[in-house]
Every structure is written in C-alpha cells, then in structure tokens.
C-alpha cells in the first residue's frame, strides 16, 4: 500500500512494528533498521499483538538510532481493557521515556527525563478510552514540551514542563507493552507502533489516523 511505503521509506523513521503482521516469539522491524522485537507473551492476533496486563512486553535492543531522540514522535494504535498499573504503550529503560495510560487519573500521559527536570504531558482526568481502538499520538519538540493527541485531535491540556538540561540517554531495552521490568503491564492490544526522530506536525498526525483507521475492527 502507498502509505506503508511512504512509512517505511520515511528517513525519520527510527522503529515501525505493524504487529498485527508480526506472528512469532520474535520478529523484525520494518524499518531501515531491522531490529529484533523479542515477545515475552505478547500474543499474537489478526488484530495486533495481546497484552495480558500481567507480565507481557516486547523488548527492542538498544540501538544508536533510538539515542538522545529529541524532537520525537510516538505513534500506535491502542486497545485499553484497563488502565493497568500506568500501562505503557512504549518505555526506554524504566527511566527515559514513558508513553502510557495512567491507571490512577485515567488518563492519558508521555514524559522524557531531563537533566533535572522531567518534560512531561497528560490529557484531562477521566478521558481514558476503554474497549475501543484508539489512535495515541505523543510529540515531544525540540524545545523539549510534549503534545499528546487521540484519533487525531490534540488531548494535552496541562501546562506542558520544559525540562531543563540535556536530555538523558541510556543503554537499556526499549520495551513495548511494558516496563523491562515488567512492572507497569500494558492490558489489552498494541499495533501500528511507529518512532520517528522528528515531531511529526498536526496534518501528518492528522493524515495517518485516517489513513489506517479503516484496516482497524473493533473487537
């Protein structure tokens, strides 16, 4: 299809799992990069991969490609079951970067550690979408402010933190569905997930929801 050549020849793409594509305990990315998804259950299903909210997750190896990413966009489509514990969509080693659902304010959050201060975001309290397919976008600028948007839509409301310093980098897993330490389990479905090293703008977002929305079945 146009549009996944257009993802897959797109130079600023760092990381593409389909997932719904992906059978197996481990698999390729369908990036320039070619890296190796490593599945610790994670099941697979014509809809995406399966994530039991227990003990799941995808690890990606570290690569060169995934360092210092600023500006950056995060792009998957979701099933949320649960808020899970924090469920995350993707995680950097615990510490580094987190895109998740927070299961306490049921909502919607990103965050990339700083050299002191954290530059973070999160939607209204109570907009979680549960039992749904839902388009989860998160951006972080240059200038180091996150913008979090929903089947296409800006959903970010507080006041975005700038961080301060340098970003920090690390060596460590990049996991899907999960913390490495399988501590904040994603529960329900993750698909689509795409990593760009740029901040893709409103209409591209905006353009890429469309896009894939019609290959998306409710379940």
Same mark, same amino acid.
């Given at each position: 299809?146009?549009?996944?050549?257009?993802?897959? #020849?797109?130079?600023?793409?760092?990381?593409?799992?389909?997932?719904?594509?992906? *059978?197996? !305990?481990? #698999?390729? /990315?369908?990036?320039?990069?070619?890296?190796?998804?490593? !599945?610790?259950?994670? #099941?697979?299903?014509?809809?995406?991969?399966? #994530?039991?909210?227990? =003990?799941?997750?995808?690890? $990606?190896? =570290?690569?060169?490609?995934?360092?210092?990413?600023?500006?950056?966009?995060?792009?998957?489509?979701?099933?949320?079951?649960?808020?899970? $514990?924090?469920?995350?969509?993707?995680?950097?080693?615990?510490?580094?970067?987190?895109?998740?659902?927070? /299961?306490?304010?049921?909502?919607?959050?990103?965050? %990339?550690?700083? &050299?002191?201060? !954290? &530059?973070?975001? %999160?939607?209204?309290?109570?907009?979680?979408?549960?039992?749904?397919?839902?388009?989860?976008?998160?951006?972080?600028?240059? *200038?180091?402010?996150?913008?979090?948007?929903?089947?296409?839509?800006?959903?970010?409301?507080?006041?975005? @933190? @700038?961080?301060?310093?340098?970003?920090?980098? *690390?060596?460590? =897993?990049?996991?899907?569905?999960?913390?490495?330490?399988?501590?904040?389990?994603? =529960?329900?479905?993750? %698909?689509?997930?795409?990593?760009?090293? %740029?901040?893709?703008?409103?209409?591209?977002? @905006?353009?890429?929801?469309? !896009?894939?929305?019609?290959? $998306?079945?409710? $379940?």
């Amino acid at each position: 299809m146009r549009l996944e050549r257009e993802f897959v #020849f797109d130079p600023s793409l760092v990381l593409y799992l389909s997932l719904y594509e992906s *059978d197996g !305990a481990s #698999f390729m /990315s369908r990036d320039k990069h070619g890296h190796l998804g490593t !599945a610790t259950g994670a #099941f697979w299903t014509a809809g995406g991969r399966y #994530f039991d909210g227990i =003990d799941d997750k995808i690890a $990606i190896t =570290d690569h060169s490609s995934f360092t210092n990413l600023c500006p950056l966009t995060v792009e998957a489509w979701t099933y949320a079951k649960s808020g899970g $514990i924090d469920g995350r969509v993707i995680d950097k080693n615990n510490t580094t970067l987190g895109v998740y659902v927070s /299961s306490g304010s049921n909502c919607y959050q990103a965050w %990339r550690n700083c &050299a002191t201060t !954290a &530059a973070y975001s %999160r939607s209204n309290n109570n907009t979680l979408i549960l039992n749904s397919w839902v388009h989860y976008v998160a951006v972080l600028t240059a *200038d180091l402010y996150w913008l979090l948007y929903l089947n296409g839509e800006e959903i970010s409301y507080q006041t975005k @933190q @700038q961080g301060v310093g340098a970003l920090t980098s *690390d060596t460590g =897993d990049l996991v899907i569905g999960n913390k490495a330490a399988q501590a904040t389990p994603w =529960d329900g479905l993750i %698909r689509e997930v795409r990593v760009y090293n %740029r901040a893709l703008t409103p209409l591209e977002i @905006q353009h890429t929801y469309l !896009a894939t929305k019609g290959g $998306i079945n409710e $379940i």
